[in-house]
């Protein structure tokens, strides 16, 4: 790695901009873009970092990445669209964007942010991405940036929506009651009936004192699960 510490000062911008395979008519733009504000520091010469693209791009994306799942899922709920989005859009997926991408090799970093792992920092490689996007908005608008990230957002969506299928029900309902402001859902045990060998137990799910659904299972745990799973059928999101 010691090789690579100062990668970005070894080649063009224009370089940098082909191997990343962004175009940028205002290079500067990508170059500010990588550009961590511990760099500032060492290289008192350079004027701005990254932080205000980070801002914009954080914007962009959010629109941008509503609008693609409105469009690409046309009929999904609200709530499982919100639900989405912020997985798509938390630290960890962006990271992993610019990870594929190869963003860590070429972000500008202060000596302390290279030699403590800032290029493989899942924080420092989520806002570098989000300042190539606000960098490439302004360079080329809303529609160069949706051209960008749709294949990426295709990819990750559908692993994410594959990832829940595994996930346990309650997990899932609890995310969504979340995503939406709710409180966390109260499951009730309504009844418990039969011989203790062969006891069936009734329970029902409340979610801010409203019942969402309802399940039977030889085992409180199994009965709790068939409710949760009845609630995500209510709502839409099975």
Known sequence: MGNNLDKQEEIT???????????????????RALTHRSYLNEHPE?????????????????FLVGAWLYNRYPEMPEGYLTRLRSAIVRTEQLARFAQEMGLGEYMRLGRGEREGGGREKPALLCATFEAIIGALYLDQGIDRVQEFIAPMLESAAQR??????????????????????????????VSARGPDHEKIFEVEVLINGEKFGQGLGRSKQIATKAAARAALTELGLD
């Not at 911008?13 to 170059?31: H, M, T």
């Open 46 to 62: 350079t004027l701005e970092d990254n932080e205000r693209l980070e801002f914009l791009g954080d914007a962009v994306l959010d």
């Open 160 to 189: 994410i929506l594959s990832d829940q299928k595994d996930k346990d029900p309650k997990s899932l309902l609890q995310e969504w009651a979340q995503s939406q402001g709710h409180g966390t859902p109260f499951y009730r045990v």
């Open 13 to 31: 911008p224009q370089e940098i901009s082909q191997q990343l395979g962004l175009k940028f008519i205002n290079v500067p733009l990508l170059i």
